[in-house]
């Protein structure tokens, strides 16, 4: 488990603010939708993180408000793919793309609420026999 993203608190030996989560958003003409997921992943109580967005060959406007979220914040990337129709394979992109601790998935047409990776990250760190969580979205 690595250590050097991690950051423990003394009192309580928890590790806690520092994991960087990586979230994975595969995408498919989600144009009237995406920014509102977009802005709910940027505009998280827990902001090391990173948004990867793939975009499964979309034929609408998708692709361009996912560029122009990456020109606004570095930590947006975007990858394009020629449409497979299979989201198992651009979420799988997306993680191997990925650089965080921690991986979180969220769908082009779903928001997260404002803390959902504060209370994420917190929960792993204090359950470290846990691997996965899961919600917090609405």
Same mark, same amino acid.
């Given at each position: 488990?690595?250590?050097?993203l ?15 989560? &990586? ?10 939708? @995406? ?33 122009? &979220? ?10 394009? @793919? ?20 921690? @991986? ?18 917190q ?15 609405r």
């Amino acid at each position: 488990e690595p250590t050097s993203l991690r950051q423990h608190d003394k009192q309580t030996g928890i590790a806690c603010g520092l994991n960087k989560v &990586s979230v994975i958003m595969p995408a498919y003409n989600a144009e009237p939708f @995406i920014q509102e997921a977009i802005d709910s992943v940027l505009s998280q109580t827990h902001s090391n993180l990173e948004l990867i967005i793939v975009d499964d060959g979309s034929t609408d406007r998708t692709l361009a408000i996912a560029t122009n &979220s990456a020109k606004a914040d570095n930590r947006v990337k975007v990858i394009s @793919i020629g449409h497979s129709g299979n989201n198992a394979a651009a979420r799988n992109l997306g993680v191997k793309n990925s650089s965080g601790e921690f @991986i979180s998935f969220l769908d082009a047409d779903d928001v997260f609420e404002p803390d959902a990776l504060e209370k994420a990250t917190q929960y792993l760190n204090q359950h470290t026999h846990i691997e996965a969580v899961y919600g917090l979205l609405r």
